[in-house]
């Protein structure tokens, strides 16, 4: 089979825009049935009547992005070099990398849950638990920390998988976790009385699954993914790719962390309703932020698939298209939720300060989304080209270094009105310095050319 004859069967570069829809919409979908989950996990939490379990769960939300974060330093930093060695039609090293992302995904879960369980109370203290709040968040805590290592795997074949095209896999992989995870929600939580910890466990339950169905999946259907030991090694050059893209990915993720944490610590001076608040603002905020990173994430192999193969006349086409699209989406999606805010936060309490202030603050979250969208496409396309300094960059501003700048000088000039308006004014300043070292990183190509 000549090379030419392999590319064609992983992607359709003569059909660019079919192409990323086809690459795009599944990821969009497990994008949609994991806010769903989400959904299901706050509604049915809140449903509890108690804002402590709310607030508890909420303040928790960070330890979930940070084993994400860690998940996605291989899954992102291997599906990034992945979708290049494709486009060189290296099928050897494709096999050597997917085994290696597979087993140190397994070894820093276990690795990590050790010191999470050890210091667990200091740790649950930073994310903002007040005295009241701490049994619920600890409950909630103590399962998440232990099932580190299934929450963690599932990320890798999912990205792994749509670098060889399959994305319809990769979609079904994180929809079947999602909805065991929603069917379970309900029974641990409200019929075993389970409150905080029965959605840990169902969340952990639900990734487990996951984690079971791509590791079939690997093993029965890849054409190129391998987790057989005897591949398990890459080079230091490789090493490095991984590492310095899939870092860059991580601290986005921490990142989004740490401003969560500091967001909880000035909210409570407010009162734990606030923090309850901000939890069910932020999850409905989901409705438009999950499906912006479905679109900015579907692109990636394809984007890593063309740059490795060099045809940057095409990347520039689908980048152009990219941008467009999901700006416009994002615009369009944050109109809606804006107008219908207050019904939609009060579909989880039907408390008249929580459902006020949430409805106030889902606002405000949701109003810069266009300019988010321009901050997740280029992020996406600097990991999946290897471009790893403007990846960090970006990673370190829109819910980072610049989120935490702007947040620090709204407060300090208007309040709470200042923190409500952080989010959209970072958002905004991000995108100008995506577009700006957009045009820097790929002048050489001319990818950036007016």
Partial sequence: MSDTKEKSTVFDTEHLVRTYFAQALPVVFSMIISLIYNLADTYFVARTGSTLIVAGVSVCAPV?????????????????LISRLMGKNDQGSVRRVSSFCFYLAIATG?????????????ILRLLGASPEVMPYARE???????????VILPFIHSNLLRCEGA?????????GGSVINIILDPIFI??????????????????????LF????????????????????????????????????????IASSVCVVVTNQFLKGYGDEKIAAWGIASKVAMIAQMVLIGLAFGGVPLFGYLYGGRDFK?????????????????????????????????????????????????????????????????????????????????????????????????????????????????????????????????????????
């Fill in 167 to 175: 994305s319809t896999l990769s979609m079904l992989g994180n929809v």
């Fill in 190 to 211: 409200q019929v075993l009385g389970m409150g905080a910890a029965g959605a840990a466990i169902a969340t952990v339950i639900g990734n487990l699954a996951s984690d």
């Fill in 110 to 122: 276990l690795v990590l849950a050790v010191p999470m369980l050890i210091f667990q109370g200091p």
């Fill in 64 to 80: 979930f992005t940070v084993l994400m974060a860690f998940g996605n330093v291989y899954a992102q930093g291997g599906s990034s």
């Fill in 314 to 450: 095409k990347l520039k086409k689908l980048i152009s298209f990219c941008t467009a699209f999901i700006s416009c989406y994002g615009l369009l999606m944050a109109l809606i939720i804006i107008l219908l805010a207050r019904p939609l936060t009060l579909v989880f309490m039907d408390d008249p300060g929580v459902v006020r202030d949430s409805a106030l603050m889902l606002r405000w979250q949701v109003s810069g989304s266009a300019f988010a969208g321009i901050v997740l496409l280029f992020t996406c396309l600097f990991q999946a080209t290897g471009k790893a300094g403007p990846a960090l960059a970006l990673s370190l501003s829109r819910q980072g270094l610049l989120f935490l700048a702007v947040l620090g000088v709204g407060v300090l000039v208007a309040g709470f009105n200042g923190l409500l308006a952080a989010q959209p004014i970072a958002d905004a300043l991000s995108a100008a310095l995506a577009v700006i070292m957009w045009r820097a990183a790929f002048r050489k190509e001319g990818l950036s050319a007016a």
């Fill in 214 to 253: 791509f590791l079939a999946i690997v093993l029965g259907k890849s054409r190129h993914l391998s987790v057989a030991p005897r591949d398990w090694r890459v080079s230091a050059g490789e090493l490095r790719q991984i590492f310095s893209v899939g870092i860059t990915a991580a601290v986005t993720n």
């Fill in 140 to 150: 909630y805590y103590l399962v998440l920390a232990a099932g580190a290592p299934a």
